[in-house]
């Protein structure tokens, strides 16, 4: 009974944590150097589609990039530091796809727009959009937070998803007898608990669901008292969460109780979420859809595991520290190099 009561007390706490990719801050503006890493940079691709994913240097954007290229599709992945190492690791292990790369801070219209036309260009259709670039701000009281860091976290998780949306839906209401899919990443605070340490995360996060619902209403209903858009192509926006993933955002600042529990028992690695993850997405086909890591059934089966059969961890050690793979690198925080 009390496993029971742990489980549903914490499964709407836990869901969709965090997202799952790091777009690091940079001192100013980055110029938009767009370079197309592909096997043929002068023919649009005969693919099975198009997908641009934000925040895909690294973590769980990385791997849903190689996952879409398994299944045929061509991808644009993006960061706000240079992509150009991430897109070789990507055309070497996955060549099914093409993908093409570029710089782009999500928080700077300019630089979106940018973003959108190299899009266009070497895509041709976009498909899917997935909005996955996301900062926590570091875990801290919110009196120790600096305005800047306050207006970074706000301008690339909020903003910066209004902008990519707006862009992405420009671009897919072009393509005629196209549906495009829009994924806004959601996190930790999006159910309205508190998230203390992140108190500027989780109200960026806590926004999104609003703008989704406000986005499928207009899409599906139009805005009353003006005339409803008809476009050449259909356009539908969903939520995304990929729950906790080890990733420098989620262990940035954490403490080895965090990362004994929760993080020891639900997280999970980038390639393991974005395995789950890419094709729930491609099989979503209603306008406002959810699709999710951190199911209810999954959560229970883990705390089943950890506290009932007494499994350990794979990935935390019983002192908090991070379980390192001979062979592989890891940073200072304890996370795991993709490539």
């Avoid at 690791?89 to 782009?104: E, F, I, Q, S, W």
């Avoid at 990519?164 to 549906?179: D, F, L, P, S």
């Avoid at 729950?243 to 420098?248: S, Y």
């Avoid at 529990?261 to 997405?281: N, T």
Wanted: aromatic fraction near 8%.
């Amino acid at each position: 009974m009390r496993f029971v009561l742990l489980s549903l007390c914490l499964i709407s706490s836990v869901s969709g944590f965090a997202p799952p990719s790091l777009l690091s801050p940079a001192a100013t503006r980055p110029s938009l150097s767009a370079t197309a890493t592909s096997r043929s940079t002068t023919a649009l691709s005969m693919s099975n589609g198009g997908v641009v994913i934000t925040g895909s240097a690294g973590g769980v954007g990385f791997a849903y990039a190689g996952e879409f290229m398994d299944r045929g599709y061509d991808v644009v992945i993006c960061d706000v530091k240079d992509c150009s190492a991430a897109a070789k690791a990507l055309t070497d292990r996955h060549p099914n796809g093409k993908v093409y790369h570029t710089k782009c801070d999500v928080s700077d219209a300019k630089s979106v727009d940018q973003l959108a036309q190299f899009a266009k260009k070497n895509l041709g259709t976009v498909n899917y959009w997935i909005n996955n670039a996301g900062v926590n701000g570091g875990r801290r009281d919110l009196r120790d937070v600096p305005i800047s860091q306050v207006e970074m976290v706000v301008k690339v998780n909020l903003l910066g998803t209004l902008l990519c949306t707006k862009a992405a839906m420009e671009i897919m209401g072009e393509q005629a007898g196209v549906t495009g899919h829009i994924f806004n990443t959601v996190g930790s605070g999006v159910k309205g608990g508190g998230t203390p340490g992140y108190a500027c995360y989780g109200a960026t996060k806590r926004g999104l669901p609003q703008l989704t619902e406000s986005l499928v209403k207009e899409l599906d209903e139009g805005v009353q008292g003006y005339p409803k858009k008809e476009t050449p192509g259909k356009i539908q926006v969903h939520s995304l969460s990929p729950g906790m993933v080890f990733t420098k955002l989620l262990l940035d600042d954490s403490t080895p109780e965090l990362r004994k529990f929760p993080f020891g028992v639900l997280a999970a690695q980038p390639e393991e979420v974005a395995a789950d993850l890419v094709p729930k997405i491609l099989a979503t086909t209603n306008n406002g859809g959810s699709v999710e890591f951190l199911t209810t059934d999954r959560i229970l089966t883990k705390f089943f595991e950890r506290f009932v059969l007494q499994k350990k961890s794979e990935y935390i050690d019983d002192d908090g520290n991070v379980i390192k793979t001979p062979g592989a690198q890891y940073d200072e925080l304890g996370v795991r190099s993709l490539y």
